[in-house]
């Protein structure tokens, strides 16, 4: 599974024309499910209408991409699927450019990645309320946002949970001072080093750990280690599915530090002019996305090994917003 830090930090350094060219934005396949209307599209608004999604290459990506599609399918619409773009900065600039009507994206990586600014905003709805006004220039509209919130977290095993009682990293915090050597940490390199990172995160926090009682290594592992209790915290995703899997319990964010990455629709403002039943369409699903929905459809994948189309199409039907024909 792709990384946070590697989808939302190293981007920023690559060309967005190298992107273009190495992305496949002319690529795709209609999509071709046989659903109809549910609780959303009744009298199916989209009907004649032909609409193209996009997304990026990670699994909750993907999973997003295909709920909008499949949505936008079960409306009426032609669909055009090119979900799977590798990078956040493609995707974006198919949505932006017109090549792609729309796709799910992170509030956090808008902010900071696309808009250029170094200090998130706190408050989750502000954050949401200033990428959309920034967006507007850029002939991109963001529709309502999910709870649902990609950032970055501690989290333990339950024996370690049982045994310290850590809820927030405010707790973690106070531990690491009583007990400095009860706090081991199980991290990636980069995020060992960013400021906004564990280095924040320590000054934030009021943290006592040393060096030596952190442990740096690939993402991949992360998981298992603070599973297996190699380390007391590992640092996490918030919506990954391995959460789930692996019982691990995450700590709360209580002084929000990290940056908010809330998903949302974002549209490219001329197709919301051309269909504004997209707004009616994606609001209710969107409604329904949060971190306990996100994790336990991307452990359909990354555990199970299902299909994202798939995982996407049993959720919207098992919900009531499509049905099968």
Known sequence: MTTGWTRRGALAVVTVGALLAGCGLTSGSPMVDDVGPGSIGRGEPLKGASLTVTSKEFTEQLILGAIMG????????QVLDRTGIQGSIGAREAVKS????????Y?????????????????PAKQWEAVRD?????????????ELNNTYALATNQANEKKYGTRNLSEVAALSRSDPRAVSL??????ASRDDGLVGMKKAYGM???????????????????????????EVFTTDGRIKAMKLVVMADDKHFFPNYNVAPEINTKALEKHPEIKDI??????????????TLNAKVDVDGDDPHEV???????EGFITRD
């Open 282 to 295: 994606l609001d209710p699903i969107t409604a329904k996305l949060d971190n306990s929905v996100a994790r």
């Open 312 to 318: 996407a199409l049993d959720w919207l039907v098992s």
């Open 208 to 234: 006592d750990i040393p060096g030596s009682q952190v442990i740096r290594m690939d993402t991949g592992i992360i998981y298992t280690q603070t599973a297996k209790g190699a380390c007391t915290f590992g």
């Open 70 to 77: 499949i949505a936008f399918e079960a409306a009426g619409a």
């Open 186 to 191: 199980c991290v990636e390199s980069e995020f």
């Open 107 to 123: 509030t956090g990586t808008a902010w900071i990645t696309y808009q250029g600014n170094s200090r998130p905003i706190t408050d």
């Open 98 to 105: 017109g090549e792609a009507d729309g796709m799910y994206e």
């Open 134 to 146: 920034a967006d507007l220039d850029n002939g991109i509209t963001w529709l309502a946002p999910a």
